[in-house]
């Protein structure tokens, strides 16, 4: 794939940034589960939470195939950095491509700089695949909205100063999902307990340490009339605005699991160039190279994928397919990936002295997260019928 000259630019910037800073200090962050403060500022001084927005709004003006470049590139280090930034490009984008005229420079502005930083919620305890299913509720109110519910599973929860939530706003309507309304929640950044929200102590994880995940409780949360994404003519259309950032989310997580795939061949293969076994380096022994063969054609064809997705983003094209075919082939091959270089590291690969262990922890996520792969399927199955009538 030929790349840009300002691609390339920002790539080279975060690739020093990843082999520097990032590689040599992650296992101290991963294992305190300890948000990396420094690693965080460095993003925000390259500009990268600003990415894609608009120039006249403070940003870099990049488009969605750059970002995909850039996350897995951060993704090769760790996929927590990429994880920080998804749900602020996420609302970025929903407010650049929603949002008022009143919105958008109010709010892009500060996200740009990373001065407000954004989470996303729309899962919850009883409806995660199935997001019709959701309760958490906004009324309305003189002079604005009073919401109540509960929220899981939201990254960035605790430290973000705005949350793009999903609410229902009319429980009477059907179907259900022309009943819900995205919501611009305004609340103190780090602070756990506030008028109308709380904020309990981090969910506990397998991986995907540093980066907080969280749930958002709730209770009569007062919201003014400019809460509403996209002003008046946005209730309603809640819905319609999630589906259509999520399915920017299945690049991104596509992209991040290219990423974990390429840090997990480059250990592998590092490590069985180094690694001596009945007088010769094991990636002599037909076994392993089996093995790296797998690994690199696999990690090839998922780039593929990703990247042809986030290009037909980018170009403003219908991409459901493409990038659920992308999240669905790229996650699995990630952990695919992560397993067989912890193989080819044998019991050092279990152990934390490599780094192989992490990514056989992080790799999961990326199935179930923005829709599991089993979802995909189904997703996948239904727009390959509606293109192929019989």
Not at 60 to 76: I, P, Q
Not at 131 to 142: E, G, L, P, S, Y
């Amino acid at each position: 794939m030929e790349l840009t000259d300002d691609q390339d630019a920002i790539l080279r910037t975060v690739r020093e940034f990843v082999d520097r800073d990032v590689l040599p200090s992650v296992a101290k962050y991963d294992r305190a589960d300890e948000f990396p403060q420094p690693l965080y500022e460095r993003m925000v001084e390259m500009g990268l939470f600003g990415m894609t927005i608009p120039e006249e709004h403070g940003g870099l003006g990049l488009d969605v195939m750059t970002y995909a470049l850039v996350v897995a590139e951060l993704s090769r280090g760790w996929i927590s950095l990429s994880g920080i930034m998804n749900t602020h490009f996420m609302a970025a984008w929903m407010i650049q491509n929603f949002g008022t005229e009143a919105q958008k420079a109010e709010l892009l502005p500060l996200m740009a700089t990373a001065e407000l930083r954004a989470a996303y919620s729309m899962t919850e305890a009883g409806a995660g695949s199935d997001v019709q299913a959701i309760r958490t509720a906004a009324t309305k109110i003189d002079g604005g909205w009073s919401l109540t519910g509960q929220k899981m599973w939201s990254t960035n929860g605790l430290r973000s100063g705005m949350v793009m939530l999903l609410a229902v706003t009319d429980p009477t309507a059907s179907p259900r999902h022309k009943g819900m309304t995205a919501f611009l929640v305004r609340k103190e950044a780090g602070v756990t307990h506030q008028p109308g929200l709380t904020i309990p102590p981090n969910l506990k994880k397998l991986g995907y340490k540093g980066v907080e995940t969280t749930e958002l409780v709730f209770d009569n949360f007062h919201l003014g009339d400019d809460a509403v994404l996209g002003g008046p003519g946005g209730i309603g259309q809640g819905f319609k605005y999630f589906m259509a950032a999520v399915e920017l989310g299945r690049v991104n997580v596509a992209a991040r699991a290219v990423g974990v795939a390429r840090c997990a061949f480059e250990q592998a293969i590092k490590y069985a160039q180094e690694r001596e076994t009945f007088g010769r380096k094991i990636a002599q022994h037909q076994a392993i190279q089996l093995k790296l063969a797998q690994m690199g054609t696999r990690i090839r064809a998922a780039e593929l994928l990703t990247f042809d997705a986030a290009r037909r983003k980018a170009s403003g094209e219908r991409a459901d397919l493409e990038a659920g075919m992308a999240k669905l082939y790229a996650t699995e091959t990630a952990e695919f990936c992560a397993l067989e270089a912890m193989r080819i590291h044998g019991g050092y690969g279990y152990s934390q002295e490599y780094m192989v262990e992490r990514l056989y922890r992080d790799a999961p996520l990326l199935i179930l997260g923005e829709g599991t792969n089993e979802i995909q399927q189904l997703l996948i199955a239904r727009r390959l019928i509606e293109m192929n009538p019989a």
